[in-house]
């Protein structure tokens, strides 16, 4: 993990040394913060406190939505090995219907799977959850026909709801917002290598069609279906809670990291009631629905190549096992961009830029595959700009949303909020591509995607100027000198709070 920690200082450590006109602003320091604020570290520095607490936090939660994100799109592998045709669904738009189900429960219980994540500790219910949603995996590989399949889609969203707003909160407890977006888009990139390491597996298991009398796609959801299971029981074991609850902290460890993350966030990051009227409250903030649309119009994109891209490489030709083959480059090569993209988001300490670049990137990638046709590499070859741009703008989007927000209560309800509602929009995308749309090149749900893309850069640019706004704000409040806020008010609000500044 150094490559996480790389830019993390080291001034707080035994061989102390001053900083140099103080730490690099991000928009999002609070100017009234001193950096001898800080308890001092005398058994160990900050970078090596870091390291070790990305070795226990990112791999743990990388593997887990890894394989999240495997069984919730493996689906896409399945048809294209025969499931649609053994199911009796391959006309019409009832293989669009089971992608849909999914998205129902997955909605719904996104702000409940969070409030119960802070109240039955995340190990517990975040492996749990993993383990049943493996289950139910392996179930939708027993399958006989499309009731069959509705039933297993259902759960498998019941089951997967909390996964990515609960690894996304976890992860922003236990980061400051300059040292978030890397930690972050390294998660998010587990999206980009399931999409890779699903076609890879895909195309050995298509090649036991016949094994125990049963066809190559039941085999995709069994055995990606048996190993989520077992790996939920492992992780069970080593995945880490809270910093307040961790026991391979030490006490001044833990005191350092409590001040660090209170410094930057406000003490409210540990403030603990949860209950409805507090949910509600958080509602009061017109910034919580921007951030929403904004995850909103992403994922109508996300979900339509995450989906359809087996379906659309094979329109090129390809056969079964080569589909699934070359379904692997495009993600491999998103996975490289975000990390690009998260590295020189928090080298200059800037988000809004790092959002809307790679989002008309993948514009232009749509676009090539809109009026391009009948030429195979030049579309392969904008599959590569459709999901760098895409899923490299997505995880900027989530963290900067995400690390705006102040509190255990705010960032949990939020980021809740943020993915449940924005994921209204993968029962759009799971009607982009329909069969008949092969005709014309899949040009409707290209368009669909563009337009998508294009309202969320829109509401990026409203975000951006909503917190510009604010900070321009709070700088006025101080530089009249008026005090007349309560200090404790300012402790409980989060960046709610007149000392908070926003990121952009």
């Known amino acids: 993990m150094g490559v996480l920690d790389r830019e993390t200082e080291e001034s707080h450590g035994p061989d102390h040394a001053p900083e140099k006109g103080g730490e690099a602003q991000?928009?999002?320091?609070?100017?009234?913060?001193?950096?001898?604020?800080?308890?001092?570290?005398?058994?160990?520095?900050?970078?090596?406190?870091?390291?070790?607490?990305?070795?226990?936090?990112?791999?743990?939660?990388?593997?887990?939505?890894?394989l999240a994100f495997l069984d919730r799109v493996n689906i896409s592998n399945a048809a294209v090995l025969g499931m649609t045709t053994d199911l009796g669904?391959?006309?019409?738009?009832?293989?669009?219907?089971?992608?849909?189900?999914f998205f129902v429960p997955y909605v719904i219980?996104?702000?409940?799977?969070?409030?119960?994540?802070?109240?039955?500790?995340p190990h517990v219910w975040l492996s749990l959850c993993m383990f049943l949603f493996g289950v139910v995996?392996?179930?939708?590989?027993l399958v006989t026909n499309w009731g069959g399949l509705m039933t297993t889609r259902w759960f498998l969203g019941?089951?997967?709801?909390?996964?990515?707003?609960?690894?996304?909160?976890?992860?922003?407890?236990?980061?400051?917002?300059?040292?978030?977006?890397?930690?972050?888009?390294?998660?998010?990139?587990?999206?980009?290598?399931?999409?890779?390491?699903?076609?890879v597996l895909a195309a050995g298991l298509g090649k036991m069609h016949g094994v125990c009398d049963l066809a190559g796609w039941r085999w995709v959801?069994?055995?990606?279906?048996?190993?989520?299971?077992?790996?939920?029981?492992?992780?069970?074991?080593?995945?880490p809670d809270f910093p307040e609850d961790v026991k391979w902290l030490s006490e001044e460890e833990r005191d350092f990291l409590r001040a660090k993350l209170a410094k930057d966030s406000g003490k409210a990051g540990n403030d603990a009631d949860m209950g409805w009227r507090e949910v509600l409250a958080v509602f009061k903030d017109p910034k919580i629905f921007i951030g929403g649309l904004m995850y909103f119009g992403q994922i109508v994109t996300a979900y339509g190549y995450a989906y359809f891209a087996p379906t659309i490489i094979k329109s090129y030709n390809y056969g079964p096992i080569e589909t699934q083959l070359y379904s692997i480059p495009p993600w491999?090569?998103?996975?490289?961009?975000?990390?690009?993209?998260?590295?020189?988001?928090?080298?200059?300490?800037?988000?809004?830029?790092?959002?809307?670049?790679?989002?008309?990137?993948?514009?232009?990638?749509?676009?090539?595959?809109m009026n391009i046709h009948n030429n195979r590499d030049v579309q392969y070859g904008a599959l590569f700009l459709v999901t760098g741009g895409c899923y490299s703008a997505m995880p900027v989007v989530v963290c900067w949303f995400a690390m705006n927000l102040g509190g255990h209560r705010r960032r949990s309800v939020g980021t809740a909020w943020q993915v449940g509602f924005g994921n209204i929009g993968g029962i759009v995308a799971t009607y982009s591509f329909l069969p008949k749309d092969e005709a014309t090149f899949w040009r409707t749900g290209f368009s669909i995607?563009?337009?998508?893309?294009?309202?969320?850069?829109?509401?990026?640019?409203?975000?951006?100027?909503?917190?510009?706004?604010?900070?321009?704000?709070k700088d006025r409040i101080i530089a009249s000198g008026d005090h007349s806020y309560l200090e404790e008010d300012e402790e409980v609000l989060g960046d709610l709070a007149t000392k908070f500044r926003y990121s952009y």
């Open 332 to 369: 491999a090569g998103a996975f490289a961009f975000s990390m690009c993209i998260a590295y020189l988001s928090d080298k200059f300490k800037h988000r809004f830029l790092f959002t809307i670049i790679p989002m008309l990137i993948s514009m232009a990638g749509l676009g090539i595959l």
């Open 221 to 239: 959801f069994i055995i990606e279906g048996l190993l989520t299971a077992v790996v939920a029981i492992v992780l069970f074991f080593f995945l």
């Open 449 to 473: 995607g563009v337009a998508f893309l294009a309202f969320a850069c829109a509401l990026c640019i409203l975000y951006f100027y909503r917190v510009w706004r604010e900070n321009q704000k």
């Open 109 to 121: 219980f996104e702000i409940p799977s969070n409030i119960l994540l802070k109240k039955l500790r």
């Open 26 to 66: 991000e928009q999002t320091q609070t100017p009234s913060m001193e950096s001898n604020d800080l308890p001092l570290l005398t058994k160990t520095t900050e970078r090596k406190l870091m390291a070790k607490v990305d070795w226990h936090v990112v791999p743990c939660l990388c593997i887990m939505y890894l």
């Open 137 to 141: 995996t392996i179930c939708q590989g």
């Open 158 to 199: 019941m089951f997967e709801t909390g996964m990515f707003p609960g690894c996304f909160y976890l992860l922003g407890m236990w980061y400051k917002r300059s040292e978030a977006q890397k930690r972050f888009s390294f998660f998010f990139s587990s999206t980009t290598l399931a999409g890779a390491f699903g076609g």
């Open 89 to 101: 669904i391959a006309e019409g738009t009832k293989y669009n219907t089971a992608l849909t189900i």
